[in-house]
């Protein structure tokens, strides 16, 4: 078989809702990274296409199934992976975020992941990361109402405790309190400037209609976190690891 073929008989798996189980076993079975790639974006394009054809429970069971199989096989898993499933779990968290508590949850459920090995540290930050972009950035088919309604409870349920997450995770290595090696320090820092950065440059309250807009450079940040923003030893920890690292962490510390 070619692989155009193959792409091609992969591909028709997002033709139809019916096909999810068949998305779920080749990620459970196939030991091809390229087949759990295209099963990964189809259940992606399967969910944002077909949500309403879905219970609530279906969601649920849908989510709970690619946050455990991140948990038990993300560390093994490539990069082109991984992003497709995290994606995933973060679209399906923006779609169903008044279905269920649950669904509002998934910070606490990545803390599992920062507080578990290295590599699961890492995982969790992308996920985080993903988190943020994925609430603060409209998606297709939906309209801007519906977007901003998800993004402000977002913001004001969630958006807080991942910064802190990000501030945390900064602190632990600046303390050396996460026992890790030089490539896995680099990322973890990468990945907890990136998260940072990321939830001080949200739309807090829904003034980015476009990227091309001038960068006006404040932070519209709610009153809640002045503290900590004003907290010398926050801004100590930003400057020393824009001190003792290199572009292009340095830039985003």
């Known amino acids: 078989i070619s692989r155009a073929e193959a792409q091609s008989r992969l591909l028709s798996l997002q033709s139809s809702a019916d096909y999810i189980p068949q998305c779920q076993y080749i990620l459970d079975h196939s030991q091809s990274h390229y087949a759990r790639l295209v ?43 991984v992003v497709s499933l995290v994606k995933l779990v973060c679209r399906i968290t923006k779609l169903g975020w008044f279905d269920d508590p649950t669904h509002r949850e998934l910070a606490d ?16 930050l992308k996920i985080l990361n993903q988190l943020v972009d994925e609430l603060n950035i409209p998606t297709s088919g939906r309209t801007l109402t519906q977007h901003r309604k998800t993004s402000v409870s977002f913001r004001d349920v969630c958006l807080f405790k991942v910064f802190q997450l990000g501030l945390t995770t900064l602190k632990q290595l600046q303390t050396r309190a996460i026992t ?18 990321r939830c001080l440059n949200f739309d807090f309250i829904g003034t980015n209609p476009d990227e091309s807009s001038e960068d006006v450079g404040t932070i519209q940040a709610p009153t809640s976190w002045r503290t900590v923003l004003q907290d010398p030893a926050t801004i100590e920890l930003l400057f020393d690891f824009y001190r003792n690292t290199e572009p292009p962490r340095s830039s985003k510390a």
């Open 39 to 81: 099963a990964s974006n189809s259940l992606t394009e399967l969910i944002t296409t077909h949500w309403n054809n879905f219970t609530v429970p279906q969601r649920i069971d849908i989510r709970n199934y690619v946050l455990s199989y991140l948990a038990n096989q993300g560390p093994a898993l490539q990069d082109f992976v």
């Open 180 to 197: 890790a090696n030089p490539r896995q320090e680099s990322i973890l820092g990468e990945q907890a400037l990136a998260l940072t950065v």
């Open 109 to 124: 459920d990545v803390t599992k992941f920062l507080q578990a090995t290295v590599d699961h540290a890492i995982l969790g």
